[in-house]
């Protein structure tokens, strides 16, 4: 925050206010530069504030305004980021193969920025109905155990193999998920495997803290980080 001056409506010296949301391992780049503005004061993250940070490790995201009329970079940012969504910037890349290397803003450069650089393919894979726990077939196992067995390797194998592995009750008015095998291209169940949630997912999954969602997510992010992939689910 930059405050020159305690007129609001003082038109030589307006009220300056930047926000940086960043990733807490990202402090060093994200406020370099910061502290050194003329007149700036810097308010940092802390139990004495609002302010907190973001999840994302390689984001770092910032809103810069001021009190003098319309923003017009701010208008013009959500203007491309409307045509984005619509995918309407996809054939305006020119040379490039992802829109985010034709159009920079910092709002785009998320996690998913290393993949239009590095992207190795792009891939379509069904998306799975949600494992149903009471049709694992381990009549040899505890409720406990079987639980601990679908986060150690059962889940994986239902996305490897999906409603037709032979551990699982398949009903005929199911629709038929036969897995990733055949679909993720070049990928191995080890692969898989090394993609899995994490452990703390999948066990508040379990207990139902956590959506089926966030499962598909996490599969989908490790993935993609790991393979250099882009992937979506049809």
């Known amino acids: 925050m930059n405050y020159s001056g305690t007129d609001r409506g003082e038109e ?8 940086l949301l960043y990733h807490e391992d990202n402090e060093q780049y994200a406020v370099e530069g910061v502290d050194t503005m ?11 504030n609002m302010i907190d940070y973001i999840n994302d490790p390689y984001s770092i995201s910032f809103v810069s305004f001021h009190n003098r009329g319309p923003v017009e970079a701010l208008t013009l940012y959500q203007r491309l980021r409307d045509m984005a969504d619509r995918g309407q910037l996809d054939p305006m890349a020119g040379k490039y193969r992802d829109y985010r290397q034709a159009f920079a803003y910092p709002e785009w450069y998320d996690r998913n920025i290393r993949l ?3 992207i190795k393919s792009r891939i379509e894979i069904p998306r799975p109905p949600e494992l149903d726990i009471g049709r694992v077939k381990k009549s040899e196992m505890s409720e406990g155990e079987k639980k601990n ?4 390797t059962g889940l994986d194998t239902y996305m490897w193999r999906g409603t037709m592995w032979e551990d699982y009750e398949f009903n005929d008015e199911d629709d038929v998920f036969d897995g990733w095998d055949r ?3 070049g990928i191995t169940f080890t692969s898989l495997q090394q993609a899995t949630p994490d452990p703390d997912l999948k066990s508040r999954w ?5 959506e089926w969602d966030d499962i598909l997510q996490a599969y989908k992010e490790n ?7 882009q992937i979506s689910f049809e």
């Open 12 to 19: 030589k010296n307006p009220r300056q206010e930047m926000w």
């Open 38 to 48: 003329i007149g700036g004061t810097t308010r940092r993250s802390g139990s004495d």
């Open 116 to 118: 239009a650089f590095q």
């Open 149 to 152: 067995f679908i986060k150690q």
């Open 183 to 185: 679909t993720l291209e």
């Open 206 to 210: 379990l207990a139902g803290q956590a």
């Open 223 to 229: 993935l993609e980080d790991r393979e250099q992939l």
